[in-house]
């Protein structure tokens, strides 16, 4: 399986911001890793997220909608094999947190993004309905 | 569930906490005395289960968390990063010197062997133009061929005249019906009468116009040394061959002489040198084989002497065209140095470029390695002690290794600080 080229940037972008995380915990971190290698991103390719940071450039979402724009590519690449399962949940509820959502809100976010996902709604309509109800 | 659980405020996010007071990655100096990485690797080892990915990902965290700490320590990184520096003014230093080098090679050296290989080219033809200024006069090859072919009918001639000469006044045995000038002197069967008394005495007449030629050339060899005894020694040579020219005429007209006495009724004189010098066919003799063989000799020295001379002309050819052979060597020698050395720019310029792009990011000391290898030791405890095979211990040790080589290993200069 490959993965284009947008979405697996993506992906090592929110593995460089997991990598980053002080608090992280390593099964998370393993949980991220193991979706990586099996959505098609290379060893090598997640080794430079760490051996070369400086030559990927890596940016952290600040806005809710950057925010959900990285939950929502982290959503599609989750479906890219036309299946979720239970690590790929719980990595996107991981997220969630990590970028502020309430705790309470976090379940319904994430089913809300992996639907959308599923369905194939452009990330326009996404953010329409997410700053319709910021 | 749809849309329909999406109300207003659901993706609202918390308020920001003060990034000042936010712990990011670097261990609390309390944490890393309380812990050993043998036990940090041995506790995640039993958290991931020993998984091969598990493994990565430690490394990762472990170097991750570890450049963060070293990237903020600028008194260490300074430290770190000055051989890097030093190398790359080294190469940079390197560069400024080839260059010079090449200028000075591409504005003069090469300038200058252009300059010789042109003028090495105008000699070449000025002398093909004008060979009369080697030789010293205007003959040329044509003289030479001209020679050549008269020298060698000459030679084909003297052959005929002295092997049949010879014959006649050593073997033939004259009737009275052969006693005329031509059939005295030339016997056109003479070979094959020769070849039929013996083959010795083939060889004797077939041989014996060589003794003349070896007499002209000796002739010529005199020539060609200094000194007035050479025209003594010429002398007595030119003077041999008319003894002996004159010896074969006079047994020749002594056996045509003989033959008339014998069958004459008259009482006629023995036959005396007196005879002989007053007798055409001695003299025809002495003009068809002596006089030829000096006319052979004089024509064989010009030949000679032309051919010292298009072979001069030749020699000074061959002598400038190797000259102009070597320049173009010295030439393309020269070129291939400024190829070097500039091959050689290129290779520091790439060095200089990895280096830079080592010193932008953070470098990772040795003792990082340690590091790795004291948690890769608590991983392994943990999978031993959990009955892993032999095989996944040595692939985890090989997936650590390559981790090290890609992290620290990568870096040129091995930092023992």
């Not at chain 1, 099964?27 to 051996?51: F, H, P, Q, R």
Request: aromatic share 12%; with cysteine.
């Amino acid at each position: 399986m490959t993965l284009e080229s947008t979405l697996k940037g993506h992906f090592l972008n929110l593995y460089h911001m997991a990598l980053s995380d002080a608090e992280v915990d390593t099964t998370e971190l393993a949980m991220l890793y193991k979706i990586g290698e099996e959505k098609g991103v290379s060893k090598n390719e997640i080794d430079d997220v760490v051996v070369r940071p400086d030559t990927i450039k890596f940016t952290s979402p600040e806005s809710v909608l950057e925010k959900i724009e990285s939950l929502y590519d982290f959503a599609r690449i989750a479906w890219a094999d036309g299946k979720i399962d239970e690590n790929e949940e719980r990595v996107l509820c991981m997220f969630c947190s990590k970028f502020g959502f309430e705790n309470e809100n976090v379940p319904i976010i994430v089913k809300f993004l992996l639907d959308e996902a599923q369905k194939g709604t452009s990330k326009e309509d996404v953010f329409k309905i997410v700053s319709e109800n910021l | 569930m749809g849309l329909s659980q999406i109300k207003n405020g659901i993706f609202s996010v918390k308020p920001l906490k003060d990034k000042k007071g936010e712990v990011k990655t670097t261990p609390k100096p309390s944490e890393k005395e309380k812990i050993t990485y043998s036990d940090y690797g041995f506790l995640q080892a039993g958290k991931l289960g020993g998984t091969f990915p598990g493994l990565k990902v430690c490394l990762q965290k472990l170097y991750h968390d570890f450049n963060q700490d070293i990237r903020n320590d600028n008194v260490k990184q300074d430290e770190l990063k000055k051989p890097y520096k030093i190398k790359i003014e080294e190469y940079k230093g390197d560069n400024e010197r080839i260059e010079k080098k090449i200028a000075k090679v591409k504005t003069d050296y090469l300038v200058r062997a252009i300059k010789k290989i042109e003028l090495l080219k105008e000699e070449l033809s000025h002398i093909k133009k004008n060979p009369q200024e080697i030789t010293g006069d205007d003959a040329g090859k044509a003289s030479f061929l001209i020679g050549g072919i008269i020298l060698l009918f000459l030679t084909i001639y003297l052959f005929v005249f002295y092997s049949s000469a010879s014959y006649s006044a050593f073997f033939k045995e004259f009737s009275l019906n052969e006693i005329g000038v031509a059939n005295s002197i030339f016997d056109a069967q003479a070979l094959s009468k020769a070849l039929t008394d013996g083959v010795t005495e083939l060889t004797l007449i077939l041989t014996i116009p060589f003794v003349f030629l070896g007499l002209g050339y000796l002739i010529h060899k005199f020539q060609e040394q200094k000194g007035f005894i050479k025209y003594i020694k010429i002398t007595i040579l030119i003077l041999i061959t008319f003894i002996f020219d004159s010896i074969l005429a006079f047994e020749i007209t002594e056996k045509i002489y003989n033959i008339k006495k014998d069958n004459s009724f008259q009482d006629m004189d023995d036959y005396t040198y007196s005879f002989a010098f007053q007798s055409t066919n001695f003299w025809l003799i002495i003009f068809a084989g002596f006089i030829v063989y000096l006319i052979w000799g004089f024509v064989f020295d010009f030949v000679m002497e032309s051919y010292a001379k298009t072979d001069k002309i030749k020699m000074a050819i061959q002598e400038k065209e190797k000259q102009i052979k070597d320049a173009e060597a010295e030439h393309k020698d020269l070129e291939e140095q400024v190829d070097k050395m500039t091959h050689t720019i290129d290779a520091n310029n790439t060095e200089i470029s990895k280096l830079s792009s080592i010193l932008e990011s953070s470098i990772i000391p040795r003792e990082f390695e340690h590091d790795i290898f004291s948690f890769l030791t608590g991983w392994m405890s943990w999978m031993k002690q959990s009955g892993r095979s032999h095989t996944d211990l040595d692939e985890a040790d090989r997936i650590t290794r390559e981790f090290v080589e890609a992290t620290i290993n990568r870096f040129e200069f091995k930092n023992t600080n």
